[in-house]
């Protein structure tokens, strides 16, 4: 009888030790899922840097799920930040609106505003173009 419950003993802590094994499995595959999930946005920064020009730049970047089906999916991208002009945010907006990766391309406001600019010896104003501009990414 003791040997029973000694062999007993063995055999449920060898199954506890499984069952970590497995949780924590579990939680590697759940991550890798994710990450690779999300490797496409690598693809869309690269993009997006050859896409915007010198007078250009942004300040805020959100990507959002929109829709998941299988492995496809739909993610909502905004970008928020200035441009020297309207003319080169409109350069920007073309650029985008043609490049395959970007779809729905569509810019929700442009107003002219000011930013200071400070160095170490004095503080600039400039004259910019806040914008937004919002956007579709399709993937698998």
């Given at each position: ?91 920007f907006l073309t650029r ?19 930013i200071t600019v400070s ?22």
């Amino acid at each position: 009888m003791a040997d029973m419950q000694k062999h007993l003993g063995v055999t449920i802590e060898e199954i506890r030790k499984t069952e970590q094994e497995i949780e924590r499995l579990n939680l590697q595959e759940s991550f890798l899922k994710r990450f690779t999930k999300n490797q496409p946005f690598s693809e869309l920064l690269l993009e997006l840097s050859q896409t915007i020009n010198p007078q250009t730049w942004l300040i805020k970047l959100d990507i959002d799920p929109i829709s998941e089906e299988g492995d496809q999916f739909v993610r909502s991208v905004k970008l928020y930040g200035y441009s020297f002009s309207n003319d080169e945010l409109g350069e920007f907006l073309t650029r985008l609106s043609g490049n395959p990766v970007f779809q729905q391309v569509i810019l929700m406001y442009a107003k002219e505003t000011q930013i200071t600019v400070s160095d170490p010896k004095r503080k600039s104003r400039f004259k910019v173009i806040q914008f937004q501009i919002n956007s579709e990414i399709m993937g698998s």
